[in-house]
């Protein structure tokens, strides 16, 4: 059914703040593992790092529909009678679940392509060479110890928070949808 317009400020609200943090905290993770990671990785050459630049731009743009959704939300749950900003917020919101839903497929093919090559594509950058008496020596523009491990466990957060994403976004859709009577 359809709630009162104090529940619908309230349910807005709270759904606004939730896809500011969840927008901010996805953003957040989208830089990190580009720049520690990606920026280095990226070779236009290469399929596979192009594919890991392509996914991780998506991922961070996404997180700027989203967070910019939250903000329209939370203006919408201040006034409900514009028409205008629920209509805004009805394409922010439905924009947003599907770039988020796109970021949650690509991302999910990067975590499938590394764990296929086993990192090779993220140590691509970095030279080995054998000295007869020393052990291996990495010239590396990052720390190659855990790179594997970091950019796997940043790439699962961030599907975690897209996945949250998705869900608040239909969410909010769904109110803007009962608010514009469709």
Known sequence: GHLDPGSHQ??????????????????????LVHGTVLRFVL????AISLQYAIANA???ISALLTISCGIAALMLSRY?????????VFALSASSSLGCLSCLLGLAVSVGLT???QGR???APCTFANVALAPVSRECPFDPTRVYSSTLSLWAISLLLDSMEIVFNIRCLL???DLLRL
């Open 80 to 88: 409900l009678t514009p028409a205008a900003l629920k209509w805004g």
């Open 58 to 60: 998506a991922s961070i």
């Open 115 to 117: 764990l296929g090559s």
């Open 121 to 123: 594509v993220l140590l």
């Open 175 to 177: 109110l803007t949808i």
């Open 10 to 31: 309230r349910v807005l609200m709270k759904t606004g703040l939730i896809l500011l943090i969840i927008g901010h905290l996805n953003f957040i993770t989208g830089t």
């Open 43 to 46: 070779d236009p050459r290469d």
